[in-house]
């Protein structure tokens, strides 16, 4: 089966402080990750990718991390807020631009 | 149409009939995908479109489930005789032929057998 995972089920992060998500993905020759978030009763929404020429991407406020040696992604959020708190799911691309998911990781926002 | 739509949002069935789920992809897209994400899980692959073709059904999970696409437009996701087990929420993505930032998801269709 499809093996894209996460270390952490949940995550619990007081607000403003920065938030990190971690992810091992199996295939050595995938060369395209993205970041989705999912937020209740809704679709996953892109957030940030990275192809695996590069070690890292900034975005608005995200910076994704991967370590091909040891097949790790990561996922940093600065300066967390409420309306972070969502589902978090890193995504490999297979073939035929089929994308495997991992099981998600929750991120909950403490006020 | 700006974004992938889905229909029905939720959709209630008794157990043993059939259900249509219906995707609408981004005007344009040429691949189209459905997922399964089962209660606090994550997604699993379905079905991948290229085009009105289907070059990949590998994540159907038995007969029961079909599906089809029209041209480059509408899918529908067929399941049959349905069962309590495929209770969950169907996620339909469309991507352009370059993959550019990867899929974009629809809301899903939150299916419950009762």
């Known amino acids: 089966g499809e093996s894209v995972g996460l270390h952490l089920p949940t995550l619990s992060v007081q607000e403003g402080d920065n938030s990190i998500i971690n992810c091992a993905y199996s295939n050595s020759a995938s060369d395209y990750f993205i970041w989705y978030k999912q937020e209740s009763g809704k679709g996953p929404q892109f957030i940030i990718d990275?192809?695996?020429?590069?070690d890292k991407r900034q975005g608005q406020r995200v910076t994704v991390l991967l370590n091909k040696t040891v097949k790790h992604l990561s996922l940093q959020i600065a300066a967390t807020q409420p309306g972070d708190s969502a589902v978090y799911f890193c995504?490999?691309?297979?073939?035929?631009?089929?994308?495997?998911f991992g099981k998600g990781n929750q991120v909950v926002v403490i006020p | 149409g700006a974004g992938v739509s889905q229909s029905p949002s939720n959709k209630v069935t008794e157990k043993g009939k059939d259900v249509e789920l219906r995707c609408d992809p981004i005007s344009g897209h040429t691949a189209l995908y459905w997922y399964r994400q089962r209660l606090g899980q994550g997604l699993e692959f379905l079905i991948y479109f290229q085009g009105n073709s289907a070059p990949d059904k590998s994540g159907l999970p038995s007969d029961r489930f079909s599906a089809e696409r029209t041209g480059e437009s509408v899918s529908t996701l067929t399941i049959q005789r349905t069962q309590q087990e495929d209770s969950a929420v169907y996620l339909c993505?469309?991507?352009?032929?370059?993959?550019?930032?990867?899929?974009?998801f629809g809301s899903g269709t939150r299916l419950t057998v009762v």
């Open positions: 993505a469309s991507s352009s032929q370059h993959f550019s930032y990867g899929y974009t």
């Open positions: 995504a490999e691309k297979r073939g035929n631009n089929r994308l495997a």
């Open positions: 990275i192809r695996s020429n590069m």
